[in-house]
């Protein structure tokens, strides 16, 4: 049976790289990829404002970003690295994988203690419904890699798919907990595309 291949739906490339981030996107990141463990994953880092913030938080915890966007990488790389492009030490517990993250949960036995997910885009139109990376599928798989005590954190500013996802949950082994969290401010809920007054976020566990 071929092995079926892995669609990741958005954009994977934006405007073209300063020469700055085109060096550190060709001899930085190659160093900084996902080995054969990690604490903490955030799904879709943007930029890194909060996978930043993570490692900072905490700093004997190997934290790992997926990230298919190209220009988030290059722009979380520039944030962590000084101007002769070594990693800053608050930052050298980072570790980054540039694609889609379904690629390395299918192929390896990370096991996670806290798996973020903030923002993810919502897709609502009812015609894209099916390229929303949070159903039930998609999260079972998550719960598969997560610690005994491990956390899911999802937040959103988008409501119909926060209820959507709520939806999903119950076709999964996971349950919910406390909503409540106070985390920090990335620019994609700076921009707030949903209109909507806060985001709310959705914490799971096995």
Same mark, same amino acid.
């Given at each position: 049976?071929?092995?079926?291949?892995?669609?990741?739906?958005?954009?994977?490339?934006?405007?073209?790289?300063?020469?700055?981030?085109?060096?550190?996107?060709?001899?930085?990141?190659?160093?900084?990829?996902?080995?054969?463990?990690?604490?903490?994953?955030?799904?879709? /880092?943007?930029?890194?404002?909060?996978?930043?913030?993570?490692?900072?938080?905490?700093?004997?915890?190997?934290?790992?970003?997926?990230?298919? /966007?190209?220009?988030?990488?290059?722009?979380?790389?520039?944030?962590?690295?000084?101007?002769?492009?070594?990693?800053?030490?608050?930052?050298?517990?980072?570790?980054? /994988?540039? *694609?889609?993250?379904?690629?390395?949960?299918?192929?390896?036995? /990370?096991?996670?203690?806290? %798996?973020?997910?903030?923002?993810?885009?919502?897709?609502?139109?009812?015609?894209?419904?099916?390229?929303?990376?949070?159903?039930?599928?998609?999260?079972?798989?998550?719960?598969?890699?997560?610690?005994?005590?491990?956390?899911?954190?999802?937040?959103?500013?988008?409501?119909?798919?926060? *209820?959507?996802?709520?939806?999903?949950?119950?076709?999964?082994?996971?349950?919910?907990?406390?909503?409540?969290?106070?985390?920090?401010?990335?620019?994609?809920?700076?921009?707030?595309?949903?209109?909507?007054?806060?985001?709310?976020? %959705?914490?799971?566990?096995?």
């Amino acid at each position: 049976m071929e092995k079926q291949e892995i669609r990741t739906f958005g954009r994977r490339h934006g405007k073209k790289l300063s020469i700055r981030k085109q060096n550190l996107m060709d001899n930085v990141l190659p160093t900084l990829a996902p080995k054969n463990n990690a604490d903490i994953l955030e799904i879709g /880092f943007g930029a890194g404002e909060h996978l930043r913030a993570l490692a900072i938080e905490n700093p004997n915890k190997i934290v790992l970003g997926a990230e298919p /966007f190209m220009n988030g990488v290059a722009a979380l790389l520039s944030a962590i690295c000084d101007e002769s492009g070594a990693v800053l030490p608050e930052y050298k517990n980072i570790h980054i /994988f540039p *694609d889609d993250v379904r690629l390395i949960l299918n192929n390896n036995r /990370f096991a996670f203690s806290e %798996i973020w997910i903030l923002h993810p885009d919502p897709w609502p139109k009812a015609r894209h419904e099916k390229r929303r990376l949070l159903n039930a599928e998609f999260l079972n798989i998550l719960a598969s890699h997560l610690t005994p005590n491990g956390k899911i954190i999802i937040g959103t500013d988008h409501w119909e798919y926060y *209820d959507w996802i709520l939806e999903q949950v119950k076709k999964t082994k996971l349950r919910c907990n406390d909503s409540t969290l106070d985390t920090i401010k990335t620019r994609y809920q700076q921009k707030n595309m949903a209109g909507t007054t806060e985001p709310k976020y %959705i914490i799971l566990s096995l």
